[in-house]
């Protein structure tokens, strides 16, 4: 007995809905088609008539009366835009699982075409337009002050406002040519460029966020899940993108100030008393301290960065009960032991004051990140009163400029690339050839590398189950070919990639094939949102040497008439390679010394060995080889270590394609994974295709395979091929 069940969402039941007698449910399963070499299709599909009835009709609203309106947009009622959970059981057992679409009505044929599909074809439907920002639901989570000090602790520690994890933001050292000479460079032994203080504040350094913890918030976003050993390797959990790839640097959140009051009067007793004003409270009428800088238990202003800052202050006195001929009230703005500014007034005994004491700095002030700063009063008008009233009596930080070294907060949602979940998911999943199927159920995704999956599962044979009344054929891999194959980046607009366009013609990093079938056409590119990086080690002053070979860092600066420039470039993606030791002298990071620094490479480790895996499709342009952090070995490319297995199982002279008649029961369907082996007939294959199954009335059915081939140990393909 076939069942379809379905529902709007988990907290929601299932329906059972009711098909036609003898109903058609043609269902097709592919996977990893070599000809569509790029994409993750769902791996089953199938189209089919759902009847006119009181059960189908309640389930999708009655949708074919056209003049009933559904009211407001909800998730937890039918509509045809929202994913339909679904189930396709045999006798019990679970034929499909995934999400059902209405495609459209026939109030002739009182049917509902209605589609199903599951995995990929689900993730990339719900997916859609999203922009990657968009599922950062609290971007305020991932806030940081953009200090030398948090430079330094993203090496090790969270930096974020809402502690979203260790690692999940680092600031490495890179190179934008946003510093005074343009680029960074150091003469050991001289305290000028990366050796003197703030040559390189924390705002010309830009974010990384790790690419895990993106993918998994958008799969969460989505209501997916995921199952992978890949993804629990350093080879992608050190993985990284930068953030704040724009010429002028990060995007920063300005600050809106703080003004804060007392909540008791305060009563002068005699003598002259020095206190700090305690100003105590920032909410109810008037009073605000959006940015949270404002410590009500000391009373302290905290300097969130370097800045030039105005203040003012107000101070509402009832002298009516002054006992002193005359009183003084002074006030001074003080970090520590250090007096910024003050101001003094005197009162007369029997002079009431009508108006309040207010002050406002007649010019800024220069304060730096950390610093205190309080208001100090000196009285002496015994008996008089300091009013607590928030309209007359207040502390307020009135205006800021910020400084060049100024670490204003950065909106680290806000200077994500604009691209959207879909094109970061698809060019993850084309760099390392990934499967994307449903694990135990359709919202648990199995992300492997194919060479990984493919043929690792269990062997079944189908020997006894081959049609031989119906044609056996055998094809070349032809129609499985492109002509020519181009793995690559693109040309990015820093210099790097821009000389190596320029010298060699091809994208840097890039692999490309071209097949010997002469029969062959067609080509596969892949397509990218990260662009290529390069390193390179810190230079003299004179840029002729290298000053510190232990100093390694990306260039991410353009160049025009032969100067250094800020520019903007395409997210990069980086191996965070932990702390580095500067070498024989330290660096600073704004006025902050530091005998390490933060370090990203193309390079999954330092130094690179013949198992070091790049982010480069093909490693062919050395950098830094003088560095010991370096050497002189070439990295893996992403082509040798990802798809060259998978494609020569496609490309290899002994490849064939088989197209027969199987006669598959619902048991079989429900045993097979697409990581198995199909045993016929002395020979063992992969399934590409089933199609036209249909569980409803199964007969043999027409399927696809192709020959698995030993390869043994595999090489990229012949040099002369290769770009």
Known sequence: MIQLQVRNGDLYDWYDLELSEGAAIPLTYSFADPEKLMSREAPYSGTFLLPFSNINNDFFENYFMIDLSQGSWSSDVFRPENPVQCTLLNDGVS?????????????????????????????????????????????????????????????????????V???????????????????????????????????????????????DHIFRKILSTFGF??????????????????????????????????????TSDIIATAGSNTFIMPFDTTSGASLYDPD????????????????????????????????????????????ADTVLASMGWAMEQGNVLT??????????????????????????????????????????????????????????????????????????????????????????????????????????????????????IVKPATELRSKDITFNDGVDNDWPNQYQFKEYGTPLGQYAFR???????????????FGAVAIQQLPTADWNSVDANTIIYPRLFGESNGAQIPVAHKPKIVYWNGTQTTGGQSIFIGNTETAVYGCVTPFHTLPITDATQSTYWRHTLKQASGSPLIGQNYALGLAKTYWSEYLQQIYSE??????????????????????????????????????????????????RLMKLIDIGSVSLFPTEQCD
């Open 355 to 472: 108006q309040p004491f207010s002050y406002t700095m007649p010019q800024a002030v220069l304060l730096e990140y950390g610093m205190e700063i309080q208001l100090v009063v000196t009285t002496y008008m015994e008996g008089c009163e300091i009013k607590a009233d928030p309209l007359t009596t207040f502390f307020r930080w009135l205006s800021y400029e910020s400084t060049p070294i100024s670490g204003e907060p950065v909106d680290t949602i806000a200077n994500m690339p604009d691209i959207t979940c879909a094109a970061f998911v698809k060019d993850l999943v084309q760099r390392y050839n990934l499967t994307l199927l449903p694990s135990t159920s359709p919202q648990q995704l199995i992300l492997e590398p194919l060479s990984d999956y493919i043929a690792t599962g269990d062997v079944l044979d189908w020997s006894e189950k081959l049609d031989h009344s119906q044609p056996f």
């Open 165 to 211: 994890g260790s690692g999940v933001i680092r600031i490495p050292l890179v190179d934008k040519a946003l510093s005074q000479g343009g680029r960074l460079y150091g003469d050991n032994g001289v305290d000028e460029g990366l050796y003197a203080s703030n040559y390189l504040p924390a705002t010309h350094l830009l974010p990384f966020m790790q690419i």
């Open 292 to 335: 949270n800088r404002f410590d009500e238990t000391t009373y302290s202003f905290i300097v969130p960065s370097d800045m030039l800052a105005v203040f003012d202050f107000s101070v509402e006195i009832d002298n009516s009960a002054q006992v002193n001929t005359w009183g003084t009230v002074n006030f001074e703005l003080t970090s």
């Open 515 to 529: 097949s010997n079938d002469t029969y062959a056409v067609g080509t596969h590119q892949n397509s990218s949102v």
């Open 225 to 262: 899940s995921l199952s992978s050993t890949f993804m629990s390797t350093t080879v992608w959990t050190n993985l990284y993108m930068s953030l704040g790839n724009g010429s002028n640097g990060l995007k920063t959140t300005p600050y809106y100030g703080f003004k804060a009051g007392i």
């Open 654 to 703: 002994d490849a064939r394609l088989v197209l027969c008649q199987i006669a598959i029961t619902p048991a079989d369907m429900n045993l097979l994974t697409f990581d198995d082996r199909i045993f016929i007939d002395g020979i063992y294959y992969r399934v590409i295709e089933i199609s036209g199954y249909n569980p409803v009335d199964p007969k043999p059915t027409s399927v």
């Open 95 to 163: 034929l499909i699982e995934g999400v059902l679409q209405l495609l459209s009505v026939s109030k002739t044929g009182q049917t509902y075409e209605c589609a199903i599909s599951g995995g990929a074809g689900d993730l990339f439907t719900q997916m859609g337009n999203t922009k990657l920002r968009d599922v950062f639901a609290n971007p305020t989570l991932y806030k940081y002050d953009n200090t030398p000090a948090n430079v330094i602790a993203s090496w090790s520690g969270d930096i974020t406002d809402g502690n």
